[in-house]
């Protein structure tokens, strides 16, 4: 064996040892890209331990593939900047309770149908915000069944996958005085979860298996329940809710591509999306494959190495937008030059398809 080839094969290994290593550090950017994204007035945390607790909780949504285990995850991370939070599946005009963190009875929540054309839920699906207000506004029933929050409101917010509300988020103070909410964390994990959500949802539509980047050990609500099959997202009945059972039936988020001007919204808006999810694919094709990015780089053929992902992840990106005022900027493209290929486009090899 020549010396330049031990040479070349101790620098892979090398490389590929030291970038194994910092897939957490890896992930961390991604988190921080994630925070980056939102406006300028989400992403003010207070800063030191708040904003750690923010990012780890993020990291562990982003740590799921399963989509059931992603809310748990989320709901999970709520927990940790409110009193007490629940998620609510949407079907039609109503939605059912599926699980809920911190009250005295977890379970019960499963009992609860919301009416989404009233009161608060109705403001935050049809407005796309949180919405805030007296507990009477939510549920008149919730408060007899829950207790009534330590201050008398709750916020309510919708959980958005591909411009649809698939699910509602309750938050509140709690019911003992003294407690707290943290609107800004609340958002970005909502949002956060969306957005992951509609990757994997995606991912799985072009038969692409996806990974979970290696992370800290799983709450132990998470840990003892068994997953729901990850082919869909859990949509309940209301007769499957009053038994206390999920069903994983047909996917909550529909798979079509997007029109050209379906979700109604200005050419800047369908930009700004676009641009981030290539992002959010390309982030992943280089958290899942350390080693071949590494060696591509190296040999100047990373799409050779990495042919199948790239496909997958066009593919995707193209289900989305190939139909749209978008189509022609090849925001994927320009992300797999700029992020993976650190803006050289030789390094993708000759045999990339532009």
């Known amino acids: 064996m020549s010396d330049a080839t031990t040479i070349r094969e101790m620098v892979e290994k090398i490389v590929s040892d030291a970038l194994a290593s910092g897939i957490p550090g890896l992930r961390r950017q991604i988190v921080q890209r994630v925070l980056d994204e939102l406006p300028p007035a989400l992403a ?69 149908t919301l009416d989404l054309s009233q009161g608060l839920a109705a403001r935050a699906v049809r407005q796309r915000v949180w919405a805030e207000g007296p507990i009477t506004e939510f549920a008149e029933q919730f408060a007899i069944g829950f207790g009534a929050p330590s201050n008398g409101n709750c916020l309510v917010a919708p959980l958005v996958i591909r411009e649809r509300v698939s699910g509602l988020i309750y938050a509140d103070a709690g019911a003992q005085p003294g ?28 038969g692409a298996p996806p990974q979970a980047a290696p992370g800290p050990p799983l709450h132990p609500a998470i840990a003892g329940t068994a997953a729901i099959p990850d082919s869909s997202l859990p949509q309940a009945s209301s007769a499957a809710a009053a038994a206390g059972v999920v ?108």
């Open 44 to 112: 003010a945390s207070d800063g030191g331990p708040q904003l750690d607790r923010l990012k780890a909780a993020i990291a562990m949504v982003h740590g799921m593939t399963a989509q059931s285990d992603v809310l748990r995850a989320l709901l999970d991370g709520l927990a940790q900047f409110c009193g007490r939070s629940a998620l609510f599946l949407a079907r039609g005009n109503s939605a059912v309770g599926w699980q809920g963190r911190g009250f005295r009875d977890n379970e019960a929540i499963k009992l609860l």
């Open 179 to 206: 407690g707290h909410m943290d609107l800004a964390a609340l958002e970005i994990m909502t949002q956060t979860a969306g957005t992951w959500l509609e990757v994997l949802a995606l991912r799985k539509s072009t």
């Open 247 to 354: 069903e994983a039936s047909k996917p909550i988020v529909p798979l079509p591509p997007v029109p050209p001007s379906a979700s109604g919204e200005n050419e800047d808006e369908l930009h700004r999306k676009a641009r981030r999810f290539a992002k959010l694919l390309v982030d992943e094709i280089k958290l899942y494959n350390q080693a071949k990015v590494a060696a591509g780089k190296l040999n100047h053929d990373l799409y050779d190495r990495l042919k199948d992902d790239i496909d997958k992840s066009r593919t995707s990106y193209d289900k989305r937008y190939s139909q749209t005022a978008v189509a022609s900027a090849e925001f994927f493209i320009q992300e797999l030059i700029r992020n993976l290929a650190d803006g050289n486009p030789t390094l993708l090899g000759s045999n990339f398809p532009r």
